[in-house]
């Protein structure tokens, strides 16, 4: 069994390779392209990793999470504009997202009165500023169920080869 390091703080990418009982010896040699120095210095935070280590990461490590993560918080542009996703169960995304999308077709004819003539008045921002919070918390429940379908498929919970099927068979 491999030593398992008493760091406290450690990274995302330290705690993921641990997870999974990987040496950085072994780790190094499931991702193929990373060395074992080039893992520490990451795990270390001595560098920041590259994209394409990190999709890398994701992939072998079965944690698509690595990348929201990388995104949302050691990408400059992503770090504007990703939020950081957290796993939850289904059942919590879905009354998140039910929630979330009542509340929107409360304000629907709110916005609709507001956009109309294409600008937003004095009286109006408070109330458009609101409905763009309720959207993003959409934009953001839609994000979860995306990344805990990513998780499933990559673990096995969810049958990738049944789940592309399914999508082109929608989509053709």
Not at 72 to 81: F, H, L, R, S, V
């Amino acid at each position: 069994m491999p030593r398992i390091s008493t760091k406290e703080n450690k990274n995302i990418y330290h705690q993921t390779r641990e997870s999974l009982g990987l040496t950085r010896e072994s780790a190094s040699e499931l991702l193929q392209t990373l060395s074992p120095e080039r893992i520490e210095k990451i795990e270390n935070e001595r560098c920041l990793p590259h994209p394409d280590e990190v999709l890398l990461m994701a992939e072998k490590y079965r944690q698509p999470s690595l990348c929201n993560f990388y995104c949302a918080n050691q990408c400059p542009i992503g770090q504007q504009y990703v939020p950081e996703i957290t796993i939850k169960d289904l059942s919590q995304i879905v009354l998140e997202m039910l929630a979330s999308l009542n509340s929107v077709q409360r304000s629907r004819d709110r916005l609709i009165e507001i956009t109309v003539d294409g600008q937003i008045a004095r009286d109006e921002i408070q109330d458009f500023i609101q409905i763009q919070q309720e959207l993003e918390r959409i934009s953001i429940c839609v994000e979860t169920l995306q990344l805990w379908s990513e998780q499933m498929l990559a673990t096995g919970k969810i049958d990738p080869q049944l789940y592309q099927a399914c999508k082109e068979a929608q989509e053709g």
